[in-house]
């Protein structure tokens, strides 16, 4: 979702940008770009979607990937109310691209875009894969691509395509805060390391608890950003209110940050987390070494994503079932060492693409055929 928001929110920069300006870079014309966003029926982009004031429709589908015989008649009946439902939006808004970076809810759409009688020209279709490794969803996509995009080369061996490497796009503005104003804006001291963790938007339980019961030793040496989720931030709450004085002040726990995960990630000398696609791109684009817990519970992306940057020397990997045992030793090896930080930290960095959204807005912009105006489909 967010590598879709970014390349969107690049497109409408760059108008904005124009007018204000009366330039014309080399990759814009003069044409208008019309966004419509198409989502699934109460999927949890339809806030943030809204919150940017993108025209949102929600279709509906479902998984049949590994799902079970008892739920795959009503899961293929929701695909053909989507493949129904985006012929209609097809009709109705006749787009001239759509831009798709994965999931099940892109497939009826794509499918419906290449039905040969739909009553309306047929769109072309820009694919951005953000993992390395491309799930189900993703390769049936790629099959009705017309150009395909990703974060980095080791993709392309998944693809009988030629596909770009663009990069991971990131958040416009994500990188703009300077570690003196991230730090006030979190109310960290300058004067200790500061160990950043990501549960995720909703919580990833097992990472959490790991690190609330090593958090008295962790506050002994350094201070803790804890992004923990929704779901755990009752117990994480009540872990605050327990801990002494001292401690407690070293403690700064969030359910989530919207704006601010940009100045977290900037103050931060290491950062802990799963190992979504987010991490090819962010992490990079911070120069922040990572120890990553690849989620153990799903299929093998985050695994794939864990052991490309840990190849590279920029993370290490600390398995689910490990957590116990090894989570404070790496942590505590990692923040005494600061020579094998600045190594990573190094390797990080050279793995960022900081132009990866205006490259995939560039390609967006070229499918487009219509010469006045850019109508865009998109879903993250």
């Known amino acids: 979702m967010y590598p879709a928001l970014s390349v969107l929110k690049r497109l409408s920069s760059d108008e904005e940008r124009r007018m204000e300006e009366d330039i014309r870079p080399s990759y814009i014309d003069n044409r208008h770009t019309e966004i419509l966003w198409v989502g699934r029926e109460g999927g949890m982009e339809t806030d943030l979607v809204k919150r940017e004031d993108v025209p949102f429709v929600a279709i509906p589908a479902a998984g049949v990937h590994g799902v079970g015989w008892r739920a795959m008649p009503g899961n293929l009946l929701q695909l053909g109310r989507g493949f129904t439902a985006s012929r209609r939006i097809l009709r109705q808004f006749r787009p001239e691209v759509l831009f798709f970076t994965g999931g099940y809810v892109a497939v009826p759409m794509a499918m419906a875009a290449r039905f040969p009688r739909l009553g309306f020209r047929r769109p072309a ?15 049936l996509l790629a099959r009705f691509a017309d150009r395909i995009t990703v974060t980095v ?3 392309r061996a998944y693809f009988s395509k030629h596909a770009t490497v663009t990069g991971y796009p990131t958040r416009q503005g994500l990188g703009a805060w300077g570690l003196e104003q991230a730090r006030q804006t979190l109310n960290l001291r300058t004067d200790l390391p500061c160990l950043l963790v990501i549960g995720g938007s909703t919580g990833a339980r097992s990472l959490n608890k790991a690190l609330l019961d ?19 931030w009752s117990e994480v709450e009540n872990a605050h209110k327990v801990l002494p004085p001292e401690k407690a002040a070293r403690y700064h726990p969030y359910p989530y940050l919207h704006e601010e995960i940009g100045a977290a990630l900037s103050a931060a000398d290491l950062v802990i987390s799963r190992a979504g696609a987010s991490t090819l791109g962010e992490y990079p684009l911070f120069a922040l070494p990572a120890i990553l817990v690849p989620y153990p519970y ?12 840990e190849r590279r020397g920029s993370a290490i990997i600390v398995e689910d079932s490990e957590l116990p045992m090894k989570l404070l030793p790496t942590i505590q090896s990692l923040m005494r060492d600061k020579g094998r930080r600045e190594q990573m930290r190094q390797a990080m960095q050279g793995l960022n693409h900081p132009q990866a959204a205006e490259s995939i807005a560039i390609i967006l912009k070229r499918l487009a055929t219509t010469p006045q105006q850019t109508k865009a489909v998109i879903h993250g």
């Not at 279709?125 to 390769?139: C, T």
């Not at 799903?298 to 994503?305: D, F, K, L, P």
Request: glycine letters at 4%; a negative charge; zero cysteines.
């Open 125 to 139: 279709i820009l694919l951005y894969v953000p993992d390395i490794e491309p799930g189900l969803a993703l390769k």
């Open 214 to 232: 090593i958090l008295p030793d962790l506050l002994s040496e350094m201070q803790v950003v804890h992004l923990s989720g929704r779901l755990d």
């Open 298 to 309: 799903a299929w093998r992306y985050q695994q794939t994503n864990a052991r490309y940057l």
């Open 153 to 155: 080369e080791d993709s």
